[in-house]
Nanobody
Framework: QVQFVESGGGLVQPGGSLRLSCAASIITFSIYTMGWYRQAPGKQRELVAAITAGGSKNYADSVKGRFTISRDNAKNTVYLQMNSLRPEDTAVYYC????????????WGQGTQVTVSS
């Protein structure tokens, strides 16, 4: 069973920054596409950012230029640096791991709350 340790969420004022971390207990972490998703109250879960095994990245239009995803395969960890936060970024943020070829292998973290408010 894959386990995740997500951290870095919290309360921040508009314009502030947070850095989320997600450490996964996956032996073959380096061949997984890692992603961050978020779900606000009453809304569907949506992709925020993803990074492939090869390092290719994609972002939701709403976070381009403000958020940066990165990974450290030696630490089995994916990060999400969030700058210029806005109230509409408030959500529970989830880490997701998906095998690069056996795409049915999908694992989700437990989520971490991010609240942007003055």
């Amino acid at each position: 069973q894959v386990q995740f340790v997500e951290s870095g969420g919290g309360l921040v004022q508009p314009g502030g920054s947070l850095r989320l971390s997600c450490a996964a207990s996956i032996i073959t972490f380096s061949i997984y596409t890692m992603g961050w998703y978020r779900q606000a109250p009453g809304k569907q879960r949506e992709l925020v950012a993803a990074i492939t095994a090869g390092g290719s990245k994609n972002y939701a239009d709403s976070v381009k230029g403000r958020f940066t995803i990165s990974r450290d395969n030696a630490k089995n960890t994916v990060y999400l640096q969030m700058n210029s936060l806005r109230p509409e970024d408030t959500a529970v943020y989830y880490c997701k791991a998906q095998h690069a070829t056996a795409t049915r292998l999908v694992y989700w973290g437990q989520g971490t709350q991010v609240t942007v408010s003055s």
